[in-house]
């Protein structure tokens, strides 16, 4: 016959048992648990730095791609510029040419407008200067073309603080 300290030991064992089932069941649940978490945490981390690679990737190719200067503007120095030119051995000699101004910039071209008369004033001037077989040629006539934007930088640069030219172009040139 089974005592009753039997007893209470068969039921002591068996509820330690049944403890020992519930505790046992939770731990596969928590390491499951644990198991998609990790997961979880690898696919954002592998998500988060795919994005950062693409986006630098991105920033690179945006920096190799060639950068388009602004649109050019010009001002046209109107009317064309008529002057004698010296050294003239077979009568008097006349030089007419027709100049644009070059920017690329929108407030430059605003200060150009506004000091169009100063440089007609000092192109004249320079033009006048010159000798007949001295713009004969290609090699003279980019010379005086230099020279000329030289002139209009120099003069921007005490008017306004920039050269705001970039290239003074001759639209049309006659000798006579």
Same mark, same amino acid.
């Given at each position: 016959m +089974?005592?009753?300290?039997?007893?209470?030991?068969?039921?002591?064992?068996?509820?330690?048992?049944?403890?020992?089932?519930?505790?046992?069941?939770? @731990?596969?649940?928590?390491?499951?648990?644990?198991?998609v978490?990790? *997961? +979880?945490? !690898?696919?954002g981390?592998? /998500?988060?730095?795919?994005?950062?690679?693409?986006?630098?990737?991105?920033?690179? %190719?945006? %920096?190799?791609?060639?950068?388009? $200067? !602004?649109?050019?503007? /010009? @001002?046209?120095? #109107?009317? $064309?510029?008529?002057?004698?030119?010296?050294?003239a051995? %077979?009568? $008097?000699? /006349? @030089?007419?040419? #027709?100049?644009?101004?070059m920017?690329?910039?929108?407030?430059a071209?605003?200060?150009?407008?506004?000091? *169009?008369p !100063?440089?007609?004033?000092?192109?004249?001037?320079? @033009?006048?200067?010159?000798? *007949?077989?001295?713009?004969?040629?290609?090699?003279?006539?980019?010379?005086l073309? %230099?020279?000329?934007?030289? #002139?209009?930088?120099?003069?921007?640069?005490?008017?306004?603080?920039? $050269?705001?030219?970039? #290239?003074?172009?001759?639209?049309?040139?006659?000798?006579?």
């Amino acid at each position: 016959m +089974a005592t009753a300290a039997d007893k209470n030991s068969r039921a002591t064992a068996q509820k330690g048992a049944a403890h020992a089932t519930k505790a046992g069941s939770k @731990l596969p649940l928590i390491i499951s648990a644990v198991a998609v978490l990790a *997961a +979880a945490g !690898a696919g954002g981390g592998w /998500y988060w730095s795919s994005r950062q690679a693409s986006a630098a990737e991105q920033a690179a %190719a945006e %920096a190799r791609k060639p950068k388009l $200067p !602004a649109p050019a503007q /010009y @001002l046209a120095l #109107e009317p $064309p510029f008529v002057v004698n030119l010296t050294g003239a051995n %077979a009568g $008097p000699q /006349y @030089l007419q040419v #027709e100049i644009q101004l070059m920017t690329r910039d929108p407030a430059a071209l605003a200060q150009l407008e506004r000091h *169009a008369p !100063a440089i007609r004033a000092r192109l004249l001037m320079l @033009l006048a200067q010159q000798d *007949a077989q001295g713009i004969a040629d290609r090699t003279g006539k980019e010379k005086l073309q %230099a020279l000329a934007l030289a #002139e209009v930088r120099k003069l921007m640069r005490a008017e306004t603080g920039s $050269p705001s030219v970039e #290239e003074l172009l001759f639209t049309s040139f006659v000798t006579q």
